[in-house]
């Protein structure tokens, strides 16, 4: 299976999850050992959901491959290969790690992360005909800030 935007790899996996867990992961036909495929899938899975979040405000692929980039991708990864089986009970550890991953991807996608320190000010993306005025919502947001409405989001 071959991956277009592969933002972390088997190797840092393995620095984030034990390679026995991994095994544990992908071995549906008790080979002792990883099924690769399997973790690609799994990397893949993440690696566009990243992409998903990103493409409004960075041209895709996303390059150079940040170390912040990499430790989303591998905690999205890992999360990917534990939903995948129904038998194991996910960790703690990776739930919170999920939760944080997809916390900084929305702040990315807000602008209040930058992932590129290379870009300066990340612009969002639009064609001149669209239909969506990206400066009118963030004026809209903040007369909602401003008017003490700071619980609500647009």
């Given at each position: 299976?071959e ?8 190797t ?18 008790n080979?002792?050992?990883?099924d ?103 004026a ?15």
């Amino acid at each position: 299976m071959e991956i277009m935007a592969a933002y972390t790899d088997l190797t840092t996996l393995k620095n984030y999850l034990p390679a026995e867990t991994i095994q544990q992961l992908t071995d549906d036909n008790n080979v002792d050992q990883i099924d690769v495929e399997k973790v690609n899938y799994a990397i893949k899975q993440a690696s566009d959901y990243i992409d998903m979040h990103c493409s409004g405000r960075y041209a895709l692929p996303l390059t150079p491959i940040t170390d912040s980039l990499r430790d989303i991708c591998t905690k999205l990864t890992a999360y990917y290969l534990y939903r995948r089986t129904l038998s194991l009970t996910l960790p703690e550890t990776i739930k919170v790690d999920y939760r944080e991953a997809c916390n900084s991807l929305q702040a990315i996608q807000q602008g209040r992360i930058n992932l590129m320190p290379e870009v300066q000010n990340p612009e969002f993306f639009a064609s001149s005909d669209s239909q969506y005025d990206v400066n009118n919502v963030v004026a809209s947001n903040l007369n909602v800030a401003t008017n003490g409405w700071n619980n609500y989001y647009i």
